[in-house]
Structures are given as structure tokens and as C-alpha cells.
């Protein structure tokens, strides 16, 4: 393991261990091993010159700055140049080397060193003026603030958000974001530095201004690609790339195994002297060209606007159209975000509108040829017919119900509780619990464990009989052995997802007394501090509980708490990244095989990377674009016989 990674592990571990001991009181160590580490990552990064934002040796609290400052770019930051056409990509490319690489769907920032030190962050603001952003871009996790380089150093990249944390960030959320493009945007952006910790942003080097002083391993100094690899070994994240024809490449970089939104491939001219002679318009460098995905526009006819309520009182809004084959698969609905969206685009019932599968996924309603306008707001809530409320925040219209007893939310709710990560039962899907709602059974998540009281009832109905009634009862009782996280996270609390529950439940010794004692007796500080856990978080938990707390004690009285099993100190698979694939055949479900690598500090990631350790396939031969990526890499694949081994030594 070379300096750098032994860094970013040491200072992952140790974090783990101030929460344990501060927020947890359960030490994970003694205080000469943590002293020991910690003296042996303060000697590294003074060693190797590279630190990290968050690293434990230096106290970084969140604050909130009065505004963002105008700066003026070192060189002009123009756009890439775009098409469609394969063909149109050789012609500018021609015999000439070449790499592709992602276009990385964020806010595109230069971030600015100085003999080592982090100095200035900047986002391309019109090209010629950016806003200041240094304070935020302290607050992004894989961004060193040191590093070994001398001199100046000027790097342009895309400040992201995963859609791991997008997906995390928007299970918390009444109103979620559209895109993690606009998450990310709105982050990097903010005034409030607890907002920015409290994500995770990440910083990924696309390009280097400055002519790099690179060491004897990277010598081609009129090489592209070695000036990334050179910033890969100062310790900078940078983008995914590969080189040979242009179809291998757009193989090679498939958006679907990328851990990052993206929205095109960059052709790239590795020669940076040729790149510079070809020049620049005022639009575009001409060294460099961005295939976009093709995004094939169909014309239909919208037949309704439907409104759908959630558990949390949002009624989203769908258009519903004409059926049309959107690259092959028979489309009929998209999302319309939001009341804003509607009358962006003016709709009405029998308008044309044009649809496409964005980025090659989402159905989107590009655009209204109609124009008609003649769409209605409802006026109640179309599953309760309750009162209706418009809110306005950030400019985003949005509907929601007023009644708390409305059934679309205690759906939502009860399929949330009894989904995989919460109560995990089997045998309640949607439509059964809707069912039972409808009959009258289910008006709480605490009915569920009085089900049995219509077990008559419920073997007479259709679809089930006397067995599968008694498959479902018993999967009920043996859900009543649950950890403080599962229930957490049952609750459907705003703004508290999965990770932020298993946080909370960590920080209260697995104990539901010690959860209900830091709530009431520390409300305004309760849990801030853990990683990811902010003073909206804190607000929104602590509002929840004193309006529900008498209801989570009626409801706990049904279940019998258990501590998860500590992990082995004989396995400790800290730096080790597992990405799993394909079906399983030990584990019940990829989210078991997850927890099981976690709690022994590794991490699972949903893509494969140069940092991936293994890759998991129980189908070794397979052809797809995980395994083939990995066989490009050098990254072992194992199956899960060869999983559990590791998991066991």
C-alpha cells in the first residue's frame, strides 16, 4: 500500500473511532492505539505533503459565510464542442492519439494550489468569471487541502454527487431533487458550510491548466493522459478514461456502470503541443469534441395529468401519453417534478409533446408543441380528497396533501416499513397492504403485528389460503427480532434515511433508551456531529419525535431489540472496495452480502474503478460490462464461494 492510501484509510479508521468513543462510548480501540494511528497519519501527511479536507488532524466545523465573490479565470473556460455522429468523431480525431473519458454530468471548478497548499476554489461561472467557492470546496470529501507538488498548480474538474448519495440524500427529502447535476450545483454553491459537510460531494480532475512538473514515472510531458496519471499519484480523483478505436471506448464507458451521473463521452487529443496549434473558437478548444448520447424524440399525445400523493404528503405530478417505443421499451408515463415544471411547459390534455429517454434511461417530456395551457391544479388530494396546500421553495412550485390520516401516506409508509432495510416482510406487498388498508386492518404500522387476529379472514381472500396465511404470520413474528437502525428506519422519519438511522442507532449503543434519552434531554445537539448529520437533520428529527413519541412506544412494546453481531478482529478488510453483481446464492440479498463487507470495514460500490479490489460474480464467464470492464482493469472476479472465504479468514 503506498502513502497516500494509507492516508485516506487511516484517516477513514479514525474517524470511526472518535465516533465510537465521543458519540457512542463504546471505544473501538485504546487510547494509545488511536494515539499511535494518529501520530502515524500526522507523520505521513507532513512526510508526503498530502492531506485531506476532512482529515482528524485538523478541526473542521461547519459556519455560514455572508456571500460568493467574483474571480477571474487564469484562461477562458470554453465549452466542448458536441455531436451525435460517430463518424463526425473520427473525422476530428483522425490518425492523430486519442483518449475518451466521461463527461461528468456537474458543476464544472477549478481548484487552485500553491507550494502544496489547497488555495482557491472556483466554479466556470460564464467562462470568464466564476464565483469563489473555497470555503465549500474545503468541505468535499476526496479533495486534498496538501499535497506533495511544488509551485503552482491550477486543475479543472466536475464537482459531483454520486447517485448512491443522490438516491441517500433524496429518501430524506419531502421534496426531491430532479437530478444530481442540481444537488450538486445547489452544494457547492451554498452559503451554509453545515449544508455542504453534510454531503458528500466529490471532486473529479479532468483537465491540468498548468504545465505539470511530473517525476521520472510520468515523462512524457506532452501527454494528456500522463499528466492525469501524474495527478492520480499526487492523489487526486480523475476521471475514467480508455483509449484504442472510438467503439471501443464508447463500449468501454458505459453511463450505467459509472458511479457518477454523466451525460456524454470527451474525445480527447492526448498531444497537448498539437492541441495547442489547432487553437480555439470562441465557443470551444478544437482539441477535443463530447458524443452525446443520442436522445431520440418521439411526438405523442397527452391523454392526462395524474397526481399521485406520497408518504410524505407530496403529490407528484405524472403525464400520461399515448403509448411510443422509447428504444424499445413501450412507454406510456413520465414525471413532471413538479407544479413549475407543468407550467413551464404549458400542458394540456390533447397537447403534442415531444418525449425521450433521458441519458438513455429516464422518460422526460422534452417539450409542449401545443401549448394549450389548459391544465387544472387539483383541489384536493386525489386519494383522500383532502385539503391541498402549494408550497414555494427555491423557486420549485409544489402540491401537497394536509391530511394526516390521507391512505396514500399510510400506504407509503407501511410499504416503506416493511420494505428489505426496515422491518424486511415477507409476503406484504403493495397491493396486499393496500388491500388490508382498504378492508380496515391496517391504519398503523403497529397493526401489522395484529394481523393475526383475521387470519380467518385472510385465508378466505384471493390469492391466499391457509398457508400462505401462515407464511405471512410467521414472517411477521420473526420480524419482531429487529435492530435499533431497522426500526429507525421504519419510521419513515424526514430527512433520516438508511445510513443517517444506522448512524443514530451506533450513537445510542443499539438501545432504544438511550435513543429516547439523548432526544429528550440533548434536543438541540442530539446527534449533530456524526458524519452526515447536520442541524436540519437534527431539526427534522427532533421536531418528528416530539410530535410522535408516544405512538414509537406503543409501537416498540411489539418488538424484542437485539445488538447486531460484532465483526472478527480477525478480518479487517479496511481499503478493500467490493462491487457485486449478478444474482446470489449464500446471502438472501446483495444488501446482506453489504452489511456483512461493512462490518468488517470494507466498502461495496456500485461500479467498477481501478480502486475496485474484486469484483463479486457467481457467473465468472459472463459478458457484462461489469466483468469486461474488470478483465480491462486487471481486477480479480471472484464468485461467492471465494467471498465468504475472504470474509472468513
Not at 507538488?149 to 491550477?154: M, N, P, R, T
Request: charged share 25%; hydrophobic share 35%.
Amino acid at each position: 500500500m503506498n502513502k497516500i492510501h494509507r492516508i485516506k484509510e487511516l484517516t477513514k479508521i479514525l474517524h470511526a473511532a472518535s465516533v465510537a468513543y465521543y458519540k457512542e462510548d463504546s471505544p473501538i480501540m485504546s487510547d494509545k492505539q488511536y494515539d499511535d494511528l494518529y501520530d502515524e497519519l500526522e507523520s505521513l501527511e507532513k512526510e508526503t505533503g498530502f492531506v485531506l479536507a476532512l482529515s482528524p488532524t485538523k478541526k473542521v466545523q461547519g459556519y455560514v459565510i455572508d456571500g460568493l465573490k467574483k474571480v477571474k479565470h487564469s484562461k477562458p473556460m470554453l465549452s466542448a464542442d458536441k455531436t451525435k455522429s460517430i463518424d463526425e468523431i473520427k473525422r476530428i480525431i483522425g490518425t492523430n492519439d486519442f483518449y475518451g473519458s466521461f463527461k461528468l454530468d456537474g458543476l464544472t471548478t477549478v481548484v487552485r494550489f500553491n507550494n502544496g497548499e489547497f488555495i482557491q476554489g472556483i466554479t466556470r461561472g460564464d467562462g470568464i468569471f466564476g464565483e469563489d467557492v473555497t470555503e465549500a470546496c474545503k468541505y468535499v470529501s476526496n479533495l486534498p487541502m496538501k499535497i506533495s507538488y511544488k509551485g503552482y498548480l491550477e486543475l479543472r474538474g466536475e464537482c459531483v454527487i454520486s447517485w448512491e448519495e443522490f438516491e441517500r440524500i433524496n429518501s430524506e427529502l419531502d421534496e426531491p431533487y430532479s437530478h444530481p447535476r442540481n444537488l450538486a450545483a445547489g452544494t457547492l454553491r451554498n452559503l451554509d458550510m453545515n449544508i455542504v459537510r453534510d454531503r458528500k460531494l466529490s471532486f473529479v480532475v479532468f483537465e491540468s491548466v498548468t504545465k505539470l512538473n511530473q517525476t521520472d514515472k510520468y515523462e512524457d510531458k506532452d501527454s494528456k493522459w500522463d499528466d492525469l496519471a501524474y495527478l492520480d499519484y499526487l492523489g487526486f480523483e480523475t476521471v475514467d478514461r480508455y483509449w484504442r478505436s472510438v467503439e471501443e471506448c464508447i463500449k468501454y464507458l458505459s453511463p450505467t456502470d459509472y458511479k457518477y451521473p454523466v451525460d456524454g463521452i470527451i474525445f480527447e487529443l492526448n498531444s497537448k503541443s498539437l492541441s495547442e496549434s489547432l487553437g480555439k473558437t470562441s465557443h470551444h478548444e478544437c482539441c477535443r469534441i463530447a458524443l452525446k448520447w443520442a436522445d431520440d424524440l418521439y411526438e405523442t399525445t397527452l391523454t392526462n395529468i395524474e397526481w399521485q400523493t406520497s408518504r410524505t404528503g407530496l403529490i407528484n405530478p405524472v403525464a400520461i401519453f399515448e403509448p411510443v417505443d422509447l428504444g424499445g421499451a413501450i412507454t406510456t408515463k413520465a414525471t413532471l417534478h413538479n407544479i413549475s415544471y407543468i407550467e413551464d411547459l404549458q400542458l394540456g390534455v390533447g397537447d403534442t409533446i415531444q418525449v425521450y429517454r433521458a441519458n438513455m434511461v429516464i422518460p422526460k417530456v422534452h417539450i409542449n408543441l401545443t401549448k394549450s395551457n389548459t391544465w387544472k391544479l387539483p383541489e384536493k388530494c386525489p386519494t383522500c380528497g383532502g385539503i391541498v396546500a402549494v408550497h414555494n421553495e427555491n423557486g420549485s412550485k409544489t402540491l401537497h396533501c394536509c391530511n394526516n390520516s390521507c391512505q396514500a401516506k399510510l400506504l407509503g409508509k407501511l410499504v416503506h416499513a416493511v420494505s428489505r432495510n426496515a422491518l424486511n416482510i415477507d409476503g406484504l406487498s403493495e397491493a396486499t397492504l393496500e388491500k388490508f388498508v382498504n378492508l380496515g386492518w391496517l391504519t398503523s404500522i403497529q397493526d401489522i403485528y395484529h394481523l393475526k387476529d383475521y387470519a380467518d379472514r385472510i385465508s378466505i381472500l384471493n390469492g391466499f389460503g391457509e398457508r400462505s396465511t401462515d407464511n405471512l404470520l410467521e414472517a411477521i413474528e420473526k420480524s419482531r427480532n429487529i435492530t435499533l437502525d431497522r426500526f429507525l428506519y421504519a419510521l419513515s422519519i424526514p430527512l433520516i434515511g438508511k445510513s443517517t438511522s444506522k448512524d443514530i442507532a451506533k450513537a445510542s449503543n443499539y438501545s432504544l433508551d438511550s435513543f429516547r434519552l439523548i432526544v429528550d434531554s440533548e434536543a438541540e445537539y442530539a446527534f449533530v456531529g456524526l458524519e452526515g448529520f447536520g442541524k436540519e437533520m437534527n431539526k427534522s428529527l427532533i421536531t418528528w419525535w416530539n410530535t410522535n413519541k408516544n405512538d414509537v412506544y406503543k409501537l416498540a412494546k411489539e418488538f424484542r431489540f437485539k445488538i447486531p453481531l460484532r465483526s472478527s478482529n480477525l478480518v479487517d478488510l479496511s481499503g478493500k472496495t467490493f462491487v457485486i453483481t449478478g444474482s446470489l446464492l449464500h446471502f438472501s440479498n446483495r444488501d446482506e452480502a453489504k452489511e456483512r463487507i461493512e462490518s468488517l470495514g470494507g466498502k461495496v460500490s456500485g461500479s467498477v474503478s481501478a480502486k475496485t479490489t474484486y469484483l463479486v460474480n457467481n457467473d465468472l464467464k459472463s459478458t457484462s460490462s461489469k466483468n469486461q470492464k474488470a478483465k480491462l482493469l486487471g481486477i480479480p472476479i471472484i464468485n461467492e464461494e471465494e467471498l465468504l472465504k475472504i470474509l472468513s479468514k
